[in-house]
């Protein structure tokens, strides 16, 4: 059984671009949560989406958005990039969603570096 | 309130048992959560138990909850090098899967 896929797994971008990350959750999960890893703030909850529905949102500006498709993929989407935006990207799935949430499965990140 | 906090790091020799405590805030959490982080990779779910059980044991691994004093703690048994990383503990409480993690403990084994 494939694990939770992010790609890219690395990429480089400068300010003010644009970046979209990819999580494709494991087969059969509906619900694909986003967080960001950074070496002063620590691992923080952007959003969650399940059955295509946000659920819950973290304390991150607009330019954070994502997306989830029919098939449980998701999407990311981090607009007018800022040097503090580079930062190791999560993605997590899991069955359900909260509060019978039980199994909750991390990919191996997509690290932004923004130049 | 939602706080999770871990000590910053534990130095332990081969074949030890390694125990890494973690305290939360929060009563309402419904599961908490163990994960290994090595360099450079993601986060590998361990262990995770219930918030209505006191002790799970996966093999090497035993999770032991204490609810009245908020208190999760992870016991490696017979430890190994290759258990050298750094682990988060994390509950969820919120609608939308919402972890809130410690800021993780790096631990060390000596050979």
């Known amino acids: 059984k494939a694990g939770v896929t992010q790609t890219p797994r690395y990429l480089i971008k400068t300010r003010g671009q644009q970046v979209t990350l990819s999580c494709s959750p494991i087969s059969g999960h509906r619900s694909v949560s986003w967080y960001q890893q950074t070496p002063g703030q620590g691992l923080q909850f952007l959003f969650e989406?399940?059955?295509?529905?946000?659920?819950n949102k973290g304390n991150f500006p607009g330019r954070f958005s994502g997306r989830q498709f029919s098939n449980s993929r998701s999407e990311m989407n981090v607009s007018t990039l800022e040097l503090g935006d580079s930062a190791l990207y999560l993605c997590?799935?899991?069955?359900?969603?909260?509060?019978?949430?039980?199994?909750?499965?991390f990919g191996e990140g997509s690290r932004l570096t923004v130049l | 309130g939602e706080d999770v906090e871990q000590s910053l790091f534990l130095s332990v020799r081969e074949g030890d048992s390694s125990v890494i405590n973690c305290t939360y805030t929060d009563s309402s959490s419904t599961y908490l959560y163990w994960y290994k982080q090595e360099p450079g990779a993601g986060l590998q779910l361990l262990t995770y138990?219930?918030?209505?059980?006191d002790m799970k044991q996966d093999q090497r691994l035993t999770v032991l909850l204490n609810k009245k004093d908020k208190h999760l703690s992870l016991r490696i048994a017979d430890t190994q090098t290759g258990d050298s990383a750094i682990y988060f503990c994390a509950e969820v409480l919120a609608a939308g899967n919402k972890l809130t993690f410690g800021g993780g403990t790096r631990v060390l084994v000596k050979p």
């Open positions: 989406y399940f059955s295509e529905t946000q659920r």
């Open positions: 138990i219930f918030s209505n059980m």
């Open positions: 997590a799935s899991s069955l359900v969603s909260h509060p019978n949430t039980g199994e909750l499965f």
